[in-house]
């Protein structure tokens, strides 16, 4: 009899739900070699590379994020909503928060990462977090108050200079208008550390066009309920803020700290170059959580490594089930791509950079094809057209009543 291999996929963000979906298009899978579980506490995926559209209402809850029951509707995937509590390489066990076991055959590891926050007074207490669905609906909560307020200024401040720190406050600036004041902490020299100097300085055009105020080798010291403190200069200096957003930093979850397997010194996977960890083949792991690396250059955690990584582990996966070789993971950069606003983006691919509203719709685009399954990609362009369709119908009705009226009033 034709054994049937167990596969469990933990987390269901770029990692886990692509490489799903990629072992599903499989001949192995196809011919009932294989049963894949994925493990994942949430019931929605979330497109993180566009939640900041949401901020701006330029998109809508359920185009970035569509429920895994929607998702995997015409597949043979198996959804376990459920959180891990601990995993037990040796036995083969993965331990669920409600104690139900899993056992398997093969393990996929990519429950990414979470927040990490730095050892600083008021920092969990004072300060929202923008990873999450819930983290946007928070911070559209609290922006919906300071609006509805007499607060003639919302002063708002993100801390961290890094794509999401920039990406936030350029559509912080935008959502918030002339009664926003925004102001942007980063403990660097510079902003967007690791990206070309071309996308630096489109990004520090758009902070400096969107009155942005930007504080380079500032350290935060203390947050309160409505102030902050900075150290810069070896001075310190306090500032009234309304809002304060930490996007510096993230590491992983508990359990994964606890897995008997080697980490590095931040607390990541060590694995092959064929994603397998080390002391166990059965055992995969990518995204957030892995050590991924190239001799000494490390893979950086993007969504963008994670989707090739995501094909190359589905495939490793089929290649042991059919006895065949594996295939070392080669991470291939084809560029940057980050929202500076309302209908603003810079596009640096290949030596080529293009910003302005036409890299915004090229960034959506090349967003919306990336979209887990055909079906939701179809959805949301459908949906993306439409929208696109009104606001020109609008457009030329507006421009045909104005030579209407010229007219009537040269007659």
Not at 161 to 190: M, T, W, Y
Not at 272 to 299: M, N, W
Not at 359 to 369: E, F, T
Request: glycine residues 6%; hydrophobic residues 40%; positive net charge.
């Amino acid at each position: 009899m034709t054994k049937c291999y167990k596969i469990c996929l933990i987390g269901g963000g770029f990692g886990g739900l692509y490489t799903a979906l990629y072992l599903s298009r499989f001949r192995v899978f196809k011919a009932g070699l294989c049963q894949i579980i994925l493990v994942e506490p949430k019931d929605h995926f979330l497109f993180t590379p566009l939640l900041y559209e949401l901020i701006t209402g330029e998109l809508q809850r359920w185009e970035i994020a569509p429920s895994y029951q929607k998702l995997l509707a015409f597949t043979q995937i198996q959804w376990c909503q459920q959180a891990v509590k601990s995993v037990d390489f040796k036995t083969r066990v993965v331990q669920l928060e409600n104690e139900q076991q899993l056992s398997y055959d093969y393990l996929v590891l990519a429950a990414g990462s979470q927040n990490r926050f730095l050892d600083v007074p008021g920092l969990s207490t004072h300060a929202l977090t923008f990873r999450t669905l819930e983290d946007v609906e928070r911070l559209q909560g609290e922006i919906h108050l300071l609006e509805a307020s007499q607060k003639p200024l919302i002063r708002a401040t993100v801390i961290g200079g890094g794509p999401n720190g920039v990406e936030l406050a350029c559509k912080l600036a935008d959502r918030l208008g002339k009664r926003g004041q925004v102001s942007l902490i980063e403990r660097g020299e510079n902003i967007l550390k690791g990206f070309s100097q071309g996308v630096r300085k489109a990004a520090w055009r758009s902070l400096v066009l969107k009155r942005v105020k930007v504080e380079l080798n500032t350290t935060v010291e203390a947050i309160a309920a409505d102030s902050l403190t900075l150290l810069k200069n070896d001075q310190k200096v306090q500032l009234q803020r309304d809002l304060v957003i930490w996007a510096a930093g993230t590491q992983v979850s508990e359990w994964v700290r606890h897995l008997d397997c080697q980490k590095n010194a931040q607390g990541k996977l060590l694995i092959y170059p064929t994603l397998q960890l080390i002391d166990y083949p059965e055992v995969f792991a990518l995204g957030d959580l892995a050590d991924s690396r190239e001799g000494k250059k490390s893979h950086p955690a993007t969504a963008q490594a994670a989707f090739q990584q995501a094909s190359c582990l589905a495939k490793n996966i089929a290649a042991m089930i059919e006895n065949k070789p594996l295939k070392a993971f080669h991470y291939h950069h084809l560029g940057d791509m980050l929202t500076l606003g309302r209908k603003s983006a810079i596009i640096s691919s290949f030596l080529l950079n293009v910003n302005g509203r036409l890299a915004d719709i090229l960034r959506r685009l090349v967003y919306i094809l990336r979209l887990p399954t055909m079906r939701h990609r179809r959805q949301v362009l459908q949906s993306w057209f439409f929208k696109l369709t009104v606001k020109c119908k609008q457009f030329f009705r507006w421009h045909f009543t104005r030579i209407l009226e010229q007219i009537s009033l040269r007659n």
